[in-house]
């Protein structure tokens, strides 16, 4: 009786405290939570038995556009979870394509969920938790109280993986997710291997050298069919995700990545990549081959798919992809083609660094900000997280996963599922590098995409200081939201002119036109708010 009066005066002033929050910037539960008993999930497991009222969390859950998955309090994983926590969780799934919507109705109707789990989908935090006070702060010192999985595998990596966590105000509003594979790029450069071994031909170590290979395959029938017109030497889409112009830039020495037109060089400075003398020399190498029929004909009109398309019929010479294997067309270039090594002076590929991103939030509502945390835990745990993420293990239908020889958890996925009774990659999921290699067999894919990502490492062209620094950038919700309209005009303006310089050709008087466009863009003051960021951070 008396555990039951604690208990119950326990979620009084935690309901309070947290309704109290609500609208502060930086609502910050780690106090009250400090208070409340570290018993969470034990407490919530033993609910009924000391008859206090069952805990029922509410999930907000975003799903992305292409997964069909079952009512989450339908599958098995989620049914043991709530057995083991003692909590009922009751959800609210919602696709990508409706999650911006959703969520800012969510968040204008005062009426919010517990938990947040949006590893596919976005969440403000600069303005929902920052500037607005409505998702509570999970930093450090609450996490560690409350969650030893997630806590652990932190502990072990050589960089701390949630630092891209702190908001711009100096605190964390999320829970990482994370699934690390030791790589270091996202497109490699390909080449047909087949074809230069028909030719005769040496393997190109340069642009130049590139070309003439690339004018070798298009006369000298390379895929030896009889037609010497067929062949397509370089396959790429202007925009085509992996496959897209930009992939071709680190060849001449800049390191475009695949969401903004900036980067940093090797003295920590924002540069901006559309302006540099590489991307002019780029544009102008591609309508070279353009103008001599060296590369695909619809590059400006064709999209990721169908660039896939194509690369299934195994007919290309040379493009840019995140790797060849499990990518649907094993049988194509997966078969001929080899990963190439730019070797120009200056050739600089752009380095990612894995670090986690936003996968769990708690509302400032939430009157069970201890147990939450001790149900996102529970979810990390390793039979349960792949359970969660791949299936049910040693399961029979085409999921799940088993344990190998090695004790090693082996992926038994075979094949597309209509219809998942799992969260797949929807699921929070922390898995740090360290981590996933002593718990999990790589897949052969993803042992073929380090090989790749080390290959370019031992060349020594991977960018001294990542892009990915501009992603963690403390900016603040003013800036982003600033920042982000500059950018849709800067994307706009940028694609537009690269399918004119290669179709139409790069002048001097063409490029400098060009130029001057950013110039009434601002784009100075867009790199100097970056600049200053930059500058607060401490870069590896």
């Not at 990508?96 to 968040?107: E, H, R, S, V």
Request: overall charge negative; aromatic content about 10%; some cysteine.
């Amino acid at each position: 009786m008396k555990k039951k009066i604690v208990a119950m005066l326990l979620s009084a002033i935690m309901a309070i405290s947290a309704l109290s929050g609500c609208g502060d910037s930086g609502t910050d539960a780690s106090a009250d939570a400090g208070q409340s008993s570290g018993e969470g999930s034990s407490q919530a497991a033993s609910a009924d038995a000391e008859g206090q009222e069952q805990i029922t969390l509410k999930v907000m859950l975003g799903i992305r556009d292409v997964d069909s998955l079952t009512d989450p309090s339908e599958m098995p994983a989620i049914q043991r979870l709530e057995e083991q926590t003692g909590i009922q969780l009751e959800w609210e799934m919602i696709k990508a394509a409706d999650w911006p919507t959703k969520l800012n109705l969510m968040f204008a109707s005062g009426e919010y969920p517990d938990i947040i789990l949006s590893p596919n989908t976005e969440v403000d935090q600069e303005e929902y938790g920052v500037s607005q006070g409505l998702l509570i702060t999970l930093n450090d010192d609450l996490t560690s109280q409350y969650m030893p999985n997630y806590t652990e595998r932190r502990a072990a990596e050589d960089a701390d993986p949630c630092s891209s966590l702190t908001a711009s105000d100096g605190n964390k509003y999320s829970i990482g997710y994370m699934v690390g594979q030791y790589i270091n790029t996202n497109a490699h450069f390909f080449i047909n291997d087949d074809w230069l071994n028909r030719l005769n031909l040496d393997r190109p170590t340069n642009v130049e050298e590139l070309t003439d290979v690339l004018r070798a395959f298009k006369a000298q029938d390379a895929n030896g069919n009889g037609d010497p017109s067929d062949e397509v030497p370089l396959e790429m889409g202007l925009d085509a995700s992996f496959y897209g112009v930009r992939y071709m830039l680190p060849m001449f020495g800049v390191p475009a990545d695949p969401d903004k037109w900036i980067y940093l060089d090797n003295d920590k400075k924002v540069q901006f990549t559309a302006t540099q003398q590489g991307f002019r020399e780029c544009m102008e190498w591609l309508h070279t081959c353009y103008s001599e029929g060296l590369v695909d004909p619809e590059i400006i009109s064709q999209d990721a798919n169908t660039v896939e398309s194509k690369f299934k019929e195994g007919n290309v010479g040379f493009f840019t992809a995140w790797r060849l294997k499990a990518m649907g067309f094993d049988d194509g270039v997966a078969a001929t083609c080899s990963v190439y090594v730019p070797g120009d002076e200056g050739a600089m590929d752009y380095r990612s660094i894995e670090m986690a991103k936003p996968g769990a939030f708690l509302t400032c509502t939430n009157q069970h900000v201890p147990e939450s945390l001790q149900l996102l835990d529970a979810m990390l745990e390793t039979e349960m997280m792949y359970s969660l993420y791949y299936g049910e293990k040693d399961a029979s239908d085409g999921t799940g996963w088993e344990y190998n020889s090695d004790n090693k958890i082996r992926t038994l996925m075979n094949g597309d599922i209509d219809i998942k009774n799992f969260l797949d990659c929807n699921t929070l999921f922390f898995g740090p590098g360290k981590y996933i290699d002593s718990v999990f067999e790589w897949p052969e894919q993803r042992v073929e995409k380090t090989q790749y990502c080390q290959t370019y490492t031992d060349a020594g062209i991977m960018q001294t200081y990542s892009n990915d620094y501009l992603d963690l950038a403390p900016l603040t919700s003013e800036q982003l939201k600033s920042n982000s309209l500059k950018e849709t005009d800067i994307e706009n303006a940028v694609k537009e002119n690269m399918a004119t310089f290669i179709t139409e050709g790069v002048t001097d008087d063409s490029w400098n036109k060009f130029v001057s466009i950013f110039e009434g863009m601002d784009v100075e003051s867009y790199l100097s708010v970056y600049q200053a960021a930059i500058d607060t951070m401490t870069l590896e």
